[in-house]
Nanobody, 114 residues
Framework: QVQLVESGGGLVQAGGSLRLSCAGS????????MAWYRQAPGKQRELVAF???????NYADFVKGRFTISRDNAKNTVYLRMNSLKAEDTAVYYC????????WGQGTQVTVSS
């Protein structure tokens, strides 16, 4: 069973940038599509972006042009580069395997101050 560990979150001012990492262990996830999700207080978890095993990226409209998802299969790791951050990007960010989720990690908190 794969385990996922998210990191890289923090407190940043609006307009700033962060890079999140999602490290997989337990098995090779390079054959899977991988996704980033986020959950803001009082809201449902929502899909932010996903990347196929071949490296094709897809984004939610609300992050297009600002976020970039990428992967390093040699490191079994997926990244989310977040630029031009807004206060509404404040959330806990999680990664998971597609199409069949595995156990959720603890997530990483991103707080954007306006």
């Amino acid at each position: 069973q794969v385990q996922l560990v998210e990191s890289g979150g923090g407190l940043v001012q609006a307009g700033g940038s962060l890079r999140l990492s999602c490290a997989g262990s337990g098995r090779d996830v390079s054959v899977n599509a991988m996704a980033w999700y986020r959950q803001a207080p009082g809201k449902q978890r929502e899909l932010v972006a996903f990347i196929t095993s071949g490296g094709t990226a897809n984004y939610a409209d609300f992050v297009k042009g600002r976020f970039t998802i990428s992967r390093d299969n040699a490191k079994n790791t997926v990244y989310l580069r977040m630029n031009s951050l807004k206060a509404e990007d404040t959330a806990v960010y999680y990664c998971n395997v597609l199409p069949n989720w595995v156990s959720w990690g603890q997530g990483t908190q991103v707080t954007v101050s306006s």
